[in-house]
């Protein structure tokens, strides 16, 4: 069984096409589709309950805008307390269709060899932007590089919220740490990973193009507050993740 958990901030003109993009996948008809509204403005909630009527799905809405950390914990703990079945994989996606569910067959396949996450990759060779923006994709460059560095991890891209998960490996997480995400903001993405590689799961990367030219509206990605999250948490958080064993 596959989980899609998707968190949404004012992501109503772009749910219409996501949605209609993953519910005319073949395998469609065995998935569930979980949706955390991260206090929006705009009637995200409704949009989504009308997108994915007809189909096993549940709409979680916070009252107010924590940022992705907080939607993800709240994904990953509702779906935790009520799957008992570890191997369910949990899909993690963009709401605003930058993530590219062609290459999905691809990262199906290598979790079903054994990877218990594996992650879209666009600094793995083949993977890139559609749209590039310098500013950004050079912030983004040195961010993931100095993470890299300072917490020894043997991945590419850190940042992206596309990801699939093994539910027996987030439970092994969770049961270490006594949640997925403390962190609120986009940094949770470093922070998951680097747990994930505390607690030995297996990982692999697989190249995907951001399709950011699909996106309406702007990104939710604040480059300079996110950017003062990162240094924050690098200087809080060096000696606990400090492994030097391989991240898969």
Request: some cysteine.
């Amino acid at each position: 069984m596959n989980i899609f958990l998707i968190p949404l901030y004012n992501e109503s003109e772009n749910l219409p096409e996501l949605a209609d993009t993953l519910l005319r996948r073949p395998e469609a008809g065995e998935d569930y589709y979980f949706l955390v509204d991260d206090g929006s403005t705009d009637n995200t909630s409704e949009v989504a309950r009308e997108c994915f009527a007809g189909r096993p799905f549940g709409v979680l809405r916070l009252d107010v805008n924590r940022g992705p950390g907080r939607a993800f914990d709240t994904g990953f703990t509702n779906i935790l307390d009520r799957f008992g079945d570890d191997d369910i994989r949990v899909i993690t996606l963009e709401g605003d269709n930058t993530s590219d569910l062609s290459v999905l067959p691809a990262m199906m396949e290598a979790s079903g060899s054994g990877h218990e996450l594996v992650l879209a990759s666009v600094y793995h060779d083949g993977g890139g932007f559609s749209r590039p923006n310098k500013f950004r994709r050079l912030a983004s460059n040195m961010a993931n590089g100095m993470l890299r560095y300072i917490f020894r991890l043997d991945v590419l891209t850190l940042t992206s919220f596309y990801r699939i998960y093994n539910l027996g490996a987030l439970r092994r997480i969770r049961n270490r740490y006594g949640n997925l995400c403390s962190e609120d903001g986009f940094i949770c993405k470093v922070e998951l990973l680097l747990r994930a590689r505390e607690c030995g799961v297996s990982m692999k990367e697989i190249p995907v193009m951001l399709q950011s030219h699909k996106r309406k509206g702007k990104s939710k990605m604040k480059i300079l507050k996110t950017g003062w999250q990162y240094v924050r948490f690098m200087i809080r958080n060096r000696s606990e993740y400090n492994s030097t064993g391989p991240a898969g």
